[in-house]
């Protein structure tokens, strides 16, 4: 998809900082970090949002929170727990229009990642 920021990334047109890859999706540090480690799950495949899922290729993106969250947890043994959001529709905050999973460390409050 032209002019698409992810597919962009996906692509390896733009570098990033990438926590995982493989054929599927691409995961990498949220520009814009809430918590230390916010990661983007991304598939490579462009689709704009869970309304354009087949539901072979949402489970082929889903079924891979487990790993990044896992990934996540050795390169940040303090995280305590996570948060995981999905935004579809400029009316529930998506702003990039190509789907992505935001994984968000969450920390002992004392130590929230900043
Ligand atoms: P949304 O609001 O669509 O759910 O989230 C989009 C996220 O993408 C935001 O948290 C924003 O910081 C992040 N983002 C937008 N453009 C880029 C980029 O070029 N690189 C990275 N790493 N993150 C981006
Ligand atoms: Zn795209």
């Known amino acids: 998809m032209d002019n698409c920021i992810f597919c962009k ?4 047109e733009i ?3 990438k926590v995982y890859e493989d054929e599927v999706v691409i995961a990498f540090l949220d520009m814009s970090q809430i918590t230390k ?4 799950l991304v598939p490579k ?8 899922y087949s539901s072979n290729d949402a ?7 487990p790993l990044i969250a896992n990934a996540l947890k050795e390169a940040f043994p303090d995280m ?3 948060n995981i959001l999905n935004n579809n529709g400029e009316t ?15 920390y002992s409050k004392e130590n929230d990642g900043f």
Not at 37 to 40: A, C, D, Q, V
Not at 59 to 65: H, S
Not at 92 to 106: D, K, N
């Open 15 to 17: 570098p990033t900082n």
């Open 80 to 82: 305590q727990g996570l």
């Open 37 to 40: 480690g916010h990661t983007l």
């Open 9 to 12: 990334i996906a692509n390896g």
């Open 92 to 106: 529930a905050f998506q702003t990039v229009m190509h789907s992505h999973i935001h994984l968000i460390p969450r």
């Open 45 to 52: 495949k462009h689709v704009q949002d869970i309304f354009g």
């Open 59 to 65: 489970g082929a993106v889903f079924k891979r929170i």
